[in-house]
């Protein structure tokens, strides 16, 4: 029997806008610094793209769907294949 796991996380960077995360550290009162990390606000969102006739999924910052919602899906699909990405 095979078995396959998924570990449930999402992608960090945003298809649209390349939002990633940042780096940096937590210093604490006493001034001890720890390593941590700052997420994007990433969503799954799914649109329908007419031209390729079918829906898309996209992991997107909410900047990413503002800018959908500012400029159509259309033009946006084109941002992304033209940076190289996978729609």
């Known amino acids: 029997m095979i ?19 940042s780096f940096g550290r937590s210093v ?4 001890r610094r720890t390593s941590r990390r700052w997420n994007p606000n990433i969503q799954r969102k799914r649109y329908v793209v007419p031209s390729l ?8 910052s909410v900047r ?9 899906i259309e033009a946006a699909v ?3 294949i033209a940076r190289g990405g996978r729609v």
């Open 78 to 80: 084109a941002r992304i």
């Open 3 to 21: 078995l396959k796991f998924y570990s449930g996380t999402m992608v960090a960077t945003c298809q649209l806008t390349g939002a990633a995360p």
């Open 53 to 60: 006739g079918r829906t898309v999924t996209l992991h997107l």
């Open 28 to 31: 604490s009162h006493s001034h």
């Open 64 to 72: 990413g769907i503002r800018t959908i919602d500012r400029i159509g």
